[in-house]
């Protein structure tokens, strides 16, 4: 049983930066597709960026250029840096690593807010 646990999220003005960071338990995250989803109030889960084992990674269109996923294998932690943040990204953002099966965290808030 692989456990995830996310932190790093609060309440940061429009503008600002936050660095989300998902730690994972286990000996083989290496191998596992990591990724990062949002719910906001109202609206379905949605993807906002996933890193491959290999380091390839992919983002939705309305965080590209602005969020950055990372991942450090040694620390078995997943990082999204989130930039230039904007009132709409206010969400409930989730970790989720892939192998075999899904895990999911507990998920973090995140609200961006004057």
């Known amino acids: 049983q692989v456990q995830l646990v996310e932190s790093g999220g609060g309440l940061v003005q429009p503008g600002g930066s936050l660095r989300l960071s998902c730690a994972a338990s286990?000996?083989?995250?290496?191998?596992?597709?990591m990724g990062w989803y949002r719910q906001a109030p109202g609206k379905q889960r949605e993807l906002v960026a996933t890193?491959?084992?290999?380091?390839?990674?992919n983002y939705a269109d309305s965080v590209k250029g602005r969020f950055t996923i990372s991942r450090d294998n040694a620390k078995n932690t997943v990082y999204l840096q989130m930039n230039s943040l904007k009132p709409e990204d206010t969400a409930v953002y989730y970790c989720?690593?892939?192998?075999?099966?899904?895990?999911w965290g507990q998920g973090t808030q995140v609200t961006v807010s004057s």
């Open positions: 989720k690593g892939s192998y075999s099966r899904e895990y």
């Open positions: 286990g000996n083989i995250f290496r191998l596992y597709t």
């Open positions: 890193i491959q084992p290999g380091g390839s990674t």
